[in-house]
């Protein structure tokens, strides 16, 4: 399978105040085209770090990161622009549904911003929300909510898809048809998934697990035999 990402040595420093913090420290890493990665570690491990870095929502202090071969560090600020817009879908723990927008308005301002999108209609109907495109977030549940960001992220057809905490803020029943859609995301439509969290039993679900701690790669786990979302109990 075709490597879509590279880094190496991957190094993030944040300061507060004049204290540096090492979010990440040095991280080499390949993820391969149509996987399904699970990165896991504890809060303030370099998880959500490293997810923005791999989305081009944030740059490294040090190191080198590859998208298809293409060195993301030497891309102008545009070119970073289109990279994130065309190439990366990204499903957050809270959503980030613009409020004044209904569903189907949320989904297709997301597709207007990529070259080959998907019918924003057709894609809410794949996550069960036909009937409920024509309503605001307020009017909506946690779970239709993260089924509208879901549908958001794929109907921009990217390469890539990047979770962070997906199911982080639903109840176990709403967390695993979350889980389900996107295994079937990527596995019916070939799409790259990263999906970080702290919940080990997700794990399962994935070709690789990442394991992160303070700021490092600690292992990766190779799965020769991932289970379904419906086998998953946490």
């Known amino acids: 399978m075709q490597t879509v990402i590279k ?14 913090v090492h979010a990440l420290k040095g ?4 993820i391969r085209e149509g996987e399904f990665i699970v990165v896991l570690g504890p809060s303030g491990s370099g998880k959500s770090t490293l997810l923005n870095i791999i989305g081009g929502m944030d740059s490294p ?15 102008s600020r545009r070119e970073l622009t289109m990279y994130r817009r065309r190439a990366v879908g990204f499903i957050f723990q809270f959503y980030n549904l613009m409020p004044n927008l209904t569903a189907y308005e949320n ?26 495109k024509d309503h605001f977030p307020a009017q909506l ?32 029943e709403t ?9 079937k995301v990527n596995r019916e439509m070939s799409k790259t998934l990263v999906l970080i969290t ?26 020769p035999n991932p289970v379904t979302a419906e086998e998953v109990s946490w």
């Open 7 to 20: 880094t190496i040595n991957l190094r993030k420093t944040f300061y507060t105040g004049e204290v540096p």
């Open 27 to 30: 991280v080499d890493l390949e």
């Open 61 to 75: 202090t040090e190191g080198e990161f590859f998208y298809r071969g293409t060195p993301l560090q030497e891309m």
């Open 107 to 132: 989904v297709a301002l997301a597709s207007e911003l990529t070259d080959n999108p998907l019918d924003p209609a057709a894609v809410l109907a794949e996550v069960g929300l036909a009937d409920r």
């Open 141 to 172: 549940s946690g779970g239709e909510q993260q089924r509208v960001a879901i549908a958001r992220a794929v109907a921009k057809n990217t390469d890539i898809l990047l979770c962070d905490e997906p199911t982080g803020a639903l109840d176990y």
């Open 175 to 183: 967390g695993i048809q979350v889980l389900a859609y996107l295994h």
């Open 198 to 223: 702290h919940n080990a039993a997700i794990g399962g679900m994935a070709d690789r697990v990442i394991y992160i701690k303070n700021g490092r790669i600690d292992r990766i786990q190779e799965n």
